[in-house]
T-cell receptor, first 113, second 108 residues
Framework: DAEITQSPRHKITETGRQVTLACHQT?????MFWYRQDLGHGLRLIHY???????NKGEVSDGYSVSRSNTEDLPLTLESAASSQTSVYFC????????????FGPGTRLTVL | EDKVVQSPLSLVVHEGDTVTLNCSYE??????LLWYKQEKKAPTFLFML????IEKKSGRLSSILDKKELFSILNITATQTGDSAVYLC????????FGGGTRLMVKP
């Protein structure tokens, strides 16, 4: 069955370290998204991609970067982790051109000490 | 800036009750409104609404959109403990903007 996976599921890191969160989908979807979820803020869009080599900034992109070298993967990199980036991160993908029905991965809980 | 507001923030009911969750929005270039259910893990898709006045139904859940008044409601009838979750509303404009969610707890 097609799916979307994230790794690691839990990560603890220190301030200033570079961290990369992986997202892999086997739906063959063109559209992929990264969100963070914090209490009181719901889900906020970090970056998104509509296809290979396409990346776009979302609402809260500062301090994060993505690259899309193939259809299946959209890794999210925190260049220099900050405590404010402690959050739960969700990756999602969608097949339709409007990006409406998004399928979410299981999430990565990141703690920055 | 696109904005999506959900109310109430949280709700506690008993099994068998009917609940109504609200979602209001202010966005530029509205395309669609989506409802998701989030239990302990990732959000799962419930409905997508694009036209006013057309009710979407799935079992005990139903939703309707009012594009003139800029809101949507999600109704759950005959609630069960398995309905306990956070319900998220999202509006698709230039990108997908999520509300903060309504946490529903259904007691036996």
């Amino acid at each position: 069955d097609a799916e979307i996976t994230q790794s690691p599921r839990h990560k603890i890191t220190e301030t200033g370290r570079q961290v990369t969160l992986a997202c892999h989908q086997t739906w063959n979807h063109n559209n992929m998204f990264w969100y963070r979820q914090d209490l009181g803020h719901g889900l906020r869009l970090i970056h998104y991609s509509y296809g290979v080599h396409d990346t776009n900034k979302g609402e809260v992109s500062d301090g994060y970067s993505v690259s899309r070298s193939n259809t299946e993967d959209l890794p999210l990199t925190l260049e220099s982790a900050a405590s404010s980036q402690t959050s739960v991160y969700f990756c999602a993908s969608s097949g339709d051109i409007s990006g409406n029905e998004q399928f979410f991965g299981p999430g990565t809980r990141l703690t920055v000490l | 800036e696109d904005k999506v507001v959900q109310s109430p923030l949280s709700l506690v009911v008993h099994e068998g009750d009917t609940v109504t969750l609200n979602c209001s929005y202010e966005v530029t270039n509205f395309r669609s409104l989506l409802w998701y259910k989030q239990e302990k893990k990732a959000p799962t898709f419930l409905f997508m609404l694009t036209s006013s006045g057309i009710e979407k139904k799935s079992g005990r859940l139903s939703s309707i959109l009012d594009k003139k008044e800029l809101f949507s409601i999600l109704n759950i009838t005959a609630t069960q403990t398995g309905d306990s979750a956070v319900y998220l509303c999202a509006v698709r404009a230039n990108m997908l903007t999520f509300g903060g969610g309504t946490r529903l707890m259904v007691k036996p």
